[in-house]
Each structure stands twice: as C-alpha cells, then as structure tokens.
C-alpha cells in the first residue's frame, strides 16, 4: 500500500456529518528534491563538519556510545553540554540528525503548518537547527516568504554547524537565491531566552523536553503544566504550538501531559487526537502511549550504511507528537466517527469470524479495537479511517478497548504493501520503541 495517500472513500451517512472523499496521508513520502537533498547530505555533513581520518574511523564508535548515553546514562545528559565535544558532535550530526530529519520531514509535510509572510517561529533546544532543516525539506514553498526563526540552545556549536548545514540545503533544493528565511541564534537556556525573543507565531520543540530535568518529587503532570504555562505565554493567542519527541514511553508520557495541559489552559488540538476529550493513554492501568510508527522509506544509503556500522540499524522510525492551536487560533472540527490509528495491525481470532485483523484506534470514545476481516484492510499507524461502534459497544477484556469495525458502508484500502515493508528485518534491526505489539494473543 502506498503511503502516498489514505484513501477511503467515504459513501452516505446515517448521520448528518459528511466526510472528505480522502485524506492526506499523516506520512506522507519525501518529494523527489528532498529524498535527492538527503541522498546528497553525506557530501555535506563532509563540507561543514570536515574529520580527520582517525575520527571518521571512531565514527560508529561514537554514534553507539552517545546512542548509549542518550538512552541509558540519562542522569547525565540533563544539563549538560553533551555536545560540545567534536566525537559527539560528530555522532550526533552524522547519525541522529538526519534520522531527526527524516521522521520531521514526513510529519511536517503531513501537517502542512500555516506560517504567515512575517511570521516568528521559536524553536526550544534547536541543536543543529534540525527543525529549521526538516522544514525547508517538507516545504520549500515557505521559503519565499519571510519567516524568523529564533532558534535557542545551551550549546553554540551545534547551532552553528546547522545553520551552514540549512545553507548547503538550499543550495541542494536550488533555493539559494530565493530564500528568504532568517535566521536567529540564541544562546541560553530556554527560560531566559524567551524572555528577549518576540511574540511566538509558532513554537516547536522537538526532541528537547526528554532532556530537561524532571524531578521525581513532584507528579510530572504537575510539571508538565508549568513548564507549558511558561512557554506558552511566549506565544501569540492565536498561534500554534508543536511538541515532537522520541516514540518511546517518556516521549509519549511528556506529549500526553503537554496535551492535556493545553486542553485545560483553553488551546485547541489540531493532531494527532481527533476528539478533545481526555487521553485514553493516561488512563488508569494503560500500559501503552501515544506514538506513531512510520517506514524507513526515503533513509539514504549512505545513513543505512553507516546505521549498520554502528550496529544501530533500524527497521521503522517512531514518534510522539501533539499540534496545538492558541485559545484564538484555528478551531479544528471533533470528527465524531473518526479514529487515529496508533498500532500496526495484528490477527485477533473471533469465535464467529474466524481470524479478523485488528488495531487500535483513538477516536472520541476513548481506545477502540479496530476490527476488520483478514485480507480487507490495510491500516497504517497515523491512519485516519471512519470507525463503527455498535449501539452496544462491547469493551475488549484484554486492553479495555472499546471494540468497533472498520466503518461497514466503505470499502476498505487492501493492504499492498512495498517490498521493503515487510522483508523481514535482520537481526540487527532493532524497532525504536517498546510500542504496541505486531501480534496479539487472546
Ligand atoms: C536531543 S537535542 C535535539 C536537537 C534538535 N531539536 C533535534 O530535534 O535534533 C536536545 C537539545 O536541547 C538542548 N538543551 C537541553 N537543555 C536545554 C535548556 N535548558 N535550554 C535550551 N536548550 C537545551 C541541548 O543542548 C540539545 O541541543
């Protein structure tokens, strides 16, 4: 199945909602200028960040142990200058960035962010402007338009290193002339930086909050709600907010929490959720959380390669994300029989039906146990689809879902998928989260 476009056509209704004929896809592919400006980005990352032989020798070295940092020596890496040594830096822009780069592209080009000819974007924890980069990728057509972007770290270099890494890429996208983006680097940490930034059109953060210090004294909800209450009054009434971290259990945890801190405080979501309503995945004994899982397509060779090296090839990409509007921004619709597919697809055996294929959705009722028989549908994570809950819902006894069908009246996409998505993956290829399970017991 392609993941160009989630069509599903939608036919009469007994209600008196009406739908779009399709929806674009949450993920969609990168264009052809951005997969080429990605395949070109080893010469680049080459221009900017020049190693010596020996260095690019240590290169998978010093990928595997920031990898190993960032995920297992956490304690350490809150409030620290982490990246300010050249191996890190190396590893971090060899290796994390252009992974960062390739999951924002496809989420931004999903999105479609409105940024007015004007308009101030502030970028929490920008490291080396990753953001900024994944943007110019997804949208090249904003970079006609004069946009601000503040971007503020801790750290310079990585800062720096990026901007001329935002330079090479519009000369890779032919934009070099043309545009007219400006650039603006604030070295300090986020809470006194934003007090001499200007009114926000649009704060981002991605990958950043995972790294702030927590404490474990207090309830993080509680934390979670000041810190949005302080980024947010940097924002516009009317502006947008998004919020973009790893696809694990913390990074899922923190978007949770920013989301209901933004609900409570009046902000509107404009994703992933399709419904206003309290998280599911806050609930009392929920195990999982809100992340989405996306192919690796569009991965150039080269970052295969050298994933592979540092023995940290993947098989898939994850993330967490929450798309905020302000108190007077835009208001999205509650899609009452819609859901947000937030697993991959697994067989459940019925006792009637024989093997269905289920997954899970979130819609306005909560968590649903999608069901749809074996060989009709193909849902992807991040799938918007009209679901169909009975009169009588039954809950499923395993996960307390609701349990509901794929809505009856469509016909569903028939899952064809591309090669690469379902070769199995060697045994290096390790899945960047503990999400969901693929298959499912009952
Ligand atoms: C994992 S990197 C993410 C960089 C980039 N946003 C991305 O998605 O690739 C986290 C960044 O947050 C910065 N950072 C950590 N704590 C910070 C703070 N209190 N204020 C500003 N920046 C901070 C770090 O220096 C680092 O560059």
Not at 335 to 364: H, N, Q, W
């Amino acid at each position: 199945m392609s993941e160009e476009k989630s069509k599903i056509a939608f036919g009469p209704k007994s209600s008196s909602m009406s739908f779009p004929a399709s929806f674009p896809a949450s993920f969609p592919d990168l264009s052809e200028e951005a997969s080429q400006a990605l395949l070109g980005y080893a010469d680049l990352l080459r221009d900017v960040f020049p190693m010596k032989a020996a260095h690019r020798r240590h290169l998978a070295d010093n990928i595997q142990e920031l990898s190993s940092f960032l995920i297992e020596d956490r304690k350490e890496v809150l409030g620290r200058d982490y990246l300010h040594t050249p191996a890190a830096l190396g590893a971090y822009l060899w290796y994390f960035l252009p992974w960062n780069l390739l999951r924002l592209t496809r989420l931004l080009g999903g999105l479609k962010p409105d940024l007015p000819e004007g308009a101030n974007i502030v970028d929490l924890g920008a490291g080396p402007l990753t953001f900024v980069q994944a943007l110019a990728l997804a949208r090249p057509d904003l970079l006609s338009r004069e946009l601000h972007f503040y971007c503020l770290d801790t750290t310079p270099k990585p800062m720096r290193e990026g901007r001329k890494l935002y330079h090479g890429l519009l000369n890779a996208l032919g934009m070099a002339e043309s545009a007219r983006w400006k650039i603006h680097l604030v070295h300090a940490p986020w809470h006194v930086a934003l007090k001499d930034t200007p009114r926000a059109d649009m704060l981002v953060a991605t990958n950043f909050m995972n790294e702030l210090p927590w404490h474990r004294r207090e309830p993080l909800s509680e934390q979670v709600r000041v810190f949005f209450r302080e980024v947010s009054s940097s924002l516009r009434p009317d502006g947008q907010a998004l919020f973009v971290e790893p696809g694990n259990r913390l990074g899922g945890k923190l978007i949770t929490l920013l989301r209901e801190s933004g609900v409570g405080a009046g902000w509107n979501v404009l994703g992933p959720c399709t419904h206003p309503q309290p998280c599911p995945m806050l609930a009392h004994r929920e195990t999982s959380w809100c992340h989405f899982t996306v192919s690796t397509r569009g991965c150039p060779p080269w970052l295969e390669e050298l994933s592979r090296e540092a023995e940290l090839r993947k098989r898939d990409v994850s993330l967490s994300y929450v798309h905020l509007a302000g108190p007077q921004g835009r208001r999205p619709d509650t899609k009452e029989d819609l859901a947000r597919i937030i697993s991959a697809e697994f067989p459940v055996p019925d006792r009637e039906k024989g093997m269905m294929t289920g997954r899970y959705g979130c819609a306005v009722h909560g968590k649903v146990l999608i069901l749809s028989g074996q060989g009709e549908a193909g849902t992807r994570s991040g799938d918007i689809v009209p679901v169909h809950l009975p009169e009588k819902p039954r809950h499923d006894p395993k996960s307390q879902a609701l349990i509901g069908t794929l809505h009856p009246d469509k016909k569903p996409r028939r899952a064809t998928r591309r090669p690469e998505e379902v070769k199995s993956p060697g045994r290096e290829a390790r899945r960047e989260d503990g999400g969901p399970n693929r298959t499912r017991k009952k």
